[in-house]
């Protein structure tokens, strides 16, 4: 049987760190628009879905030959709707086959390319059935953070790694979730007993300089001037559709 590989691009309407993030003008177009861009010239991809509540983005989607709709509910349009609710609903809604391949392609993972999802499927198809998540190395290890008392004092997440050294390369490295991807199968996803990256997790490690996860005005403002870096490199379109 074809396993069928399909991307699920959610973009909500509300957003109360970045006001109207998923429609902002990103390098002369809204910030959605590069990832439907993406999905649609992309060969990797069998169907492509985009779970949304925002107009001016449905309006949009009719223009794409290979997106398609899905109407995204009231509940899942709340602060507390986690990313995982949205895939559950999407395979539900369109019937997907238990077996197919489920690529989440965040709106706000602007700095993937064409080659990273090319290795996370790989990597999936490879694998015994992880949950694959691209990361970033973390530019501050974890064993060199504090947790904060209510009295301002500051006690270390890790006490003996953080009295051992403050050399930062002397300690373990730590990796943080980047926002290009995360692929699992429908019948991964559907699985009531896990989070977002599942409970067997393979990592596919992209550099740091793609790493700009956009939930605050400021980060919006810096991933955009990488990616004029990459367009003028070729490495990202310079218009969309």
Request: aromatic share 12%.
């Amino acid at each position: 049987m074809h396993r069928k590989i399909i991307s699920i691009i959610p973009a909500r309407k509300g957003s109360k760190r970045f006001k109207n993030k998923n429609i902002a003008n990103f390098c002369h177009y809204p910030l959605s628009l590069w990832t439907f861009n993406f999905s649609q010239n992309s060969d990797l991809f069998d169907l492509s879905y985009v779970n949304t509540d925002i107009p001016e983005l449905i309006h949009k989607i009719s223009e794409y030959d290979n997106l398609e709709y899905c109407e995204r509910d009231t509940d899942l349009s709340v602060d507390s709707a986690t990313l995982v609710d949205v895939i559950r609903d999407t395979c539900i809604k369109k019937s997907l086959n238990s077996q197919d391949i489920i690529v989440l392609l965040p709106v706000t993972g602007l700095l993937r390319t064409y080659k990273d999802i090319s290795l996370g499927i790989d990597t999936y198809l490879k694998g015994g059935g992880e949950t694959v998540v691209s990361v970033s190395e973390s530019s501050y290890p974890a064993s060199m953070l504090w947790k904060k008392s209510d009295d301002d004092h500051l006690n270390p997440l890790f006490p003996d790694d953080f009295k051992r050294t403050t050399q930062k390369q002397n300690h373990f490295s730590t990796y943080m979730f980047n926002d290009l991807f995360v692929i699992d199968s429908v019948e991964g996803f559907l699985n009531p007993d896990r989070n977002l990256y599942g409970n067997d997790t393979r990592a596919v490690v992209t550099p740091q300089e793609r790493f700009m996860p956009i939930d605050y005005e400021h980060q919006f403002f810096l991933a955009e001037k990488l990616f004029e870096v990459g367009q003028k490199a070729g490495v990202y379109p310079k218009n969309v559709k």
